[in-house]
């Protein structure tokens, strides 16, 4: 059985703001409006159009805050919480023989990075990221270049992420989706309980 993950609110949970303020300087009253400006070109960033040598300059700039480049980078890596229920999933699924793939939206910041520093990806043997693709979800080019990439059939793969947008478009592309909520991890392993026994 072959299996779709997403990361971000799957595999690990994030939280970007708490981490970039801390690259302002003390006392910012306007903070969150700065760091919301970072959001502007995230889409972009992620969808492989604007590179990590063009989007870090830009970014330290927009924040108007004196930062170097490995400070920046150190802030926008260390957003992340290992969702360990999750972890022990895709350990059993890993152990019974399943083919894992990674597809999400993501950027050259986080990867490599996050391969190398979270145990979890060494049972992935395939990802479809979306700033190698040049395409984003819940964008269809994304999930063909998916199914393409790895051969995949639909119908008999199994996709998982939180965001309603993404996995409506892989419903349509026939699927089949679990929207997951990291609040409820029990629904999911329901779900997956009956995916498992009905093939």
Excluded at 62 to 86: C, Q, Y
Aim: charged fraction near 20%; aromatic fraction near 12%; hydrophobic fraction near 40%.
């Amino acid at each position: 059985m072959t299996f779709l993950f997403d990361i971000g609110k799957v595999l690990l949970d994030f939280h970007f703001e708490p981490s970039l303020a801390t690259l302002l300087p003390p006392g910012t009253d306007n903070g969150h409006e700065r760091l919301s400006v970072l959001l502007e070109k995230k889409d972009d960033f992620e969808g492989g159009r604007i590179s990590v040598a063009d989007y870090v300059p830009w970014a330290i700039e927009r924040l108007g805050s004196p930062v170097n480049e490995a400070d920046f980078l150190h802030a926008w890596r260390n957003i992340f919480t290992p969702n360990k229920a999750m972890w022990q999933v895709v350990e059993s699924l890993a152990a019974g023989g399943h083919q894992l793939i990674l597809f999400s939206n993501t950027n050259g910041i986080h990867c490599p990075w996050i391969f190398e520093t979270y145990e979890v990806f060494r049972h992935f043997g395939g990802a479809v990221l979306s700033y190698e693709t040049g395409s984003i979800k819940p964008e269809p080019e994304i999930y063909h270049h998916a199914i393409t990439a790895h051969g995949l059939k639909p119908a008999e793969t199994r996709y998982i992420d939180d965001l309603p947008a993404n996995i409506e478009t892989g419903k349509k592309l026939g699927f089949r989706s679990w929207q997951y909520d990291l609040n409820d991890h029990p629904a999911f392993e329901r779900w997956l309980a009956a995916e498992l026994m009905h093939g």
